[in-house]
């Protein structure tokens, strides 16, 4: 069997792929990579393409947008000429997509196949876009690189992730003017509020309420354009953890790009460097102890950082949702913690760094670690995957 897979210029999800690829070669699969040319916009890899072979991506990757992957010198989209099977992951909420979605249906409904890796990205599908076939519930996994001998690790307390600032949003959320303003400013009150709950049913409830009369078709083309609500959520959150636990005196190791930017009254506790590769970060995990995870608004998935933390010998430091609340233990494998409240967690994460708990911490570390490769790990997912090849 012919898998064709596709790396678009996300260097995350094409790191993803790769993983994936290896164990499919294991398994004895042909896999025929692409890799996306952003001056052409045509694609360069290996192998010949067979009519009806499967076509592997993430986040659209090759079928949408400015890397649509299209036959050389014409408008014809490869997978459309050589009727290739579309196997679709996205590894973001589905109201990021909706134009996306919609040029599936359009060109190729009965070969597409989409794939989420939150349980509740995929009751939205059935509710949104009940058209649309999906795949298995596939949460992100981790990667294992290098695990250090926890004597060897010299960085206390590490998080991997770019900062932006919620005011960089409000240029959305003001261009129409205060009334909407307003609206928007309200949602996203209403869910830090309450981070327990759905952006997209608390936008769906307040637009009834504005407008009694909209009609399903109309609630759906608005949270289609709810990203920036999204985002301003996300970096809120992630931003308040990690100021709480600067400001209690911890000093955090940040690989990632904007938090100069964070407010807090102890920036000299992040200890900042620049956005480096998967497998760099990798790297940084295999020299830490604990390592900080802020869910950007998943409520039953997983983000591959919690995973990739604990294949690298390390402790997460999470918070949770129903989902990972079905495998993860508070002090048994992991150190789970309640966003709403950053202050207590910086209270523990210092216990925890004192040296009498490095055994403890160790004892953690390993028994995540024992959880990661019992079952998530991207060779395991791709199991998954090959079952419905």
Same mark, same amino acid.
């Given at each position: ?244 636990? =600067? &400001?209690? /005196?911890? +000093?955090?190791?940040?690989? @990632?790009?904007? !938090? #100069? ?103 953690? =570390? &390993?028994? /995540?670690? +024992?959880?990661?490769?019992? @079952?998530?790990? !991207? #060779? ?10």
């Amino acid at each position: 069997m012919q898998i064709i897979t596709f790396h678009g210029d996300v260097e995350t999800t094409s790191y993803f792929l790769t993983q994936i690829e290896k164990q499919l070669r294991k398994d004895g699969y042909e896999v025929c990579p692409f890799y996306f040319d952003t001056e052409k916009k045509t694609a360069e890899g290996m192998g010949e393409i067979r009519q009806g072979a499967y076509f592997l991506t993430f986040n659209f990757a090759g079928l949408y947008g400015g890397d649509t992957w299209l036959d050389d010198g014409k408008d014809i989209p490869v997978v459309d000429r050589y009727a290739l099977y579309c196997i679709n992951i996205i590894v973001d909420h589905p109201y990021h997509y909706h134009d996306f979605m919609q040029e599936q249906l359009k060109r190729r409904g009965d070969r597409y196949m989409q794939i989420c890796i939150d349980q509740l990205h995929m009751a939205y599908m059935q509710r949104y876009f009940p058209q649309i076939k999906l795949g298995p519930f596939l949460p992100a996994a981790g990667t294992e690189l290098l695990c250090r001998p926890w004597k060897e690790r010299k960085t206390d307390l590490l998080f991997t992730g770019t900062y932006v600032c919620p005011s960089h949003f409000d240029v959305f959320i003001n261009r129409n003017g205060e009334e909407y303003s307003r609206f928007y400013h309200s949602i996203i009150d209403e869910v830090l509020a309450d981070p327990q709950q759905l952006l997209e049913n608390v936008a769906r409830r307040r637009l009834v309420e504005e407008i009694p009369e909209v009609t399903e078709e109309e609630i759906r083309e608005t949270l289609g354009h709810i990203q920036f609500l999204d985002y301003y959520i996300r970096f809120t959150l992630r931003g308040n953890v990690v100021a709480a636990l =600067a &400001d209690a /005196g911890l +000093k955090i190791h940040i690989i @990632g790009a904007g !938090w #100069e930017n964070l407010p807090c009254r102890h920036p000299e506790n992040l200890i900042l460097s620049p956005y480096v590769s998967s497998e760099e970060c990798l790297l940084a995990l295999a020299d830490a102890k604990l390592a900080l995870n802020v869910l950007p608004c998943f409520h039953a998935g997983a983000h591959d950082l919690i995973f990739n933390t604990m294949l690298a010998g390390a402790v997460c430091v999470t918070d949770s949702n129903a989902y990972l609340d079905q495998i993860l233990i508070d002090e048994e494998n992991v150190i789970l913690y309640d966003r709403e409240e950053p202050e207590k967690l910086a209270e523990r994460l210092a216990a925890f760094l004192q040296p009498q708990m490095d055994e403890k911490l160790q004892q953690i =570390a &390993d028994r /995540g670690r +024992k959880l990661a490769l019992t @079952g998530h790990t !991207w #060779e395991a997912r791709t199991k998954i995957l090959e079952g419905i090849l």
